[in-house]
């Protein structure tokens, strides 16, 4: 790929998703772009390149960032985010929110929808959840993704992956190769197109927020926007969950770890009295 196409790319998948893209990557640029040139007609990402150049029209550049962005996800991943989630956070926001009985959680870059599922079923099971209303969104950059997230029907692998196998007797249709996740999980999660990047307010305010695996991808200045922006949507006593490979520290001030708890986190106690 010549160096002016691949900084073309570059700027823009970093402009529109933060994703940074050093030169050796240039390999992967190669091979997941090279589909969306022959979708749009074209013989080879050179090809996409100037017509990107000529003609930056907004699905071209949405195939282009979706195709590049990370949509690695599966089941329940690294199980103890969610058994934190029931043993820690879910206690302390039961006493707190006792008064209106309502809850809402937001699975930030959900991709194929594997982690708001996860909790979903989790939330299922929870008797302590009785006569309670839980809001739980998911969102995602990508549409694609998005779409399929709420179509709830994975692989066997898919299913494989993290999945216990309670949960797929209990939750799950087999259809030849393929599992059906049953309306009344599917039915539990709302699924929006949201950028991380942009202003994403119009979502509201939320008790819990899941945003795992996400800023690894970012420069230092995006992770410290992105986290900035999801403090002003969590109450004094609201969680963030990050993935266990991020952290807050040196990034962000408006986040502090909870002691022991890896990957969890709350408000730092300037910006709770702030917010």
Known sequence: MKP????????VLKERSGLALGAEKSYLLESRLLPVARKHGLATVADLAATLRSRPEAPLV????????????????DT??????????????LKARAATRTLRIW?????????????A??????VRLAGWHVDLVASDLSTEMIERART???????VQRG??????????????????????IRDMVQFRTANLLEDVAGLGRFDVIWCRNVLIYFEQVTKTAVLDRLARLLPPDGFLFLGGAETTLGVSNSFE????????????MATAVRG
């Open 4 to 11: 002016d196409d691949f900084t073309l790319f570059a700027r």
């Open 62 to 77: 949405r195939d282009i960032v979706e195709a590049m962005t990370t949509n690695e996800s599966f089941f329940f991943r």
């Open 80 to 93: 103890k985010p969610f058994e934190q989630f029931r043993t820690i956070v879910l206690p302390q926001l």
């Open 107 to 119: 699975s930030a870059a959900c991709a194929a929808g594997q982690e708001p599922y996860s909790l």
């Open 121 to 126: 079923m989790l939330l299922a099971d929870e």
């Open 152 to 158: 709830a029907v994975y692989t066997q692998f898919e």
């Open 163 to 184: 999945l216990p196998i309670k949960y797929l007797v209990r939750h799950f249709e087999p259809d030849g190769d393929r599992w059906h996740l049953k309306p009344a």
């Open 257 to 268: 770890p909870l002691a022991d708890q890896r990957g969890l986190y709350r408000l730092a």
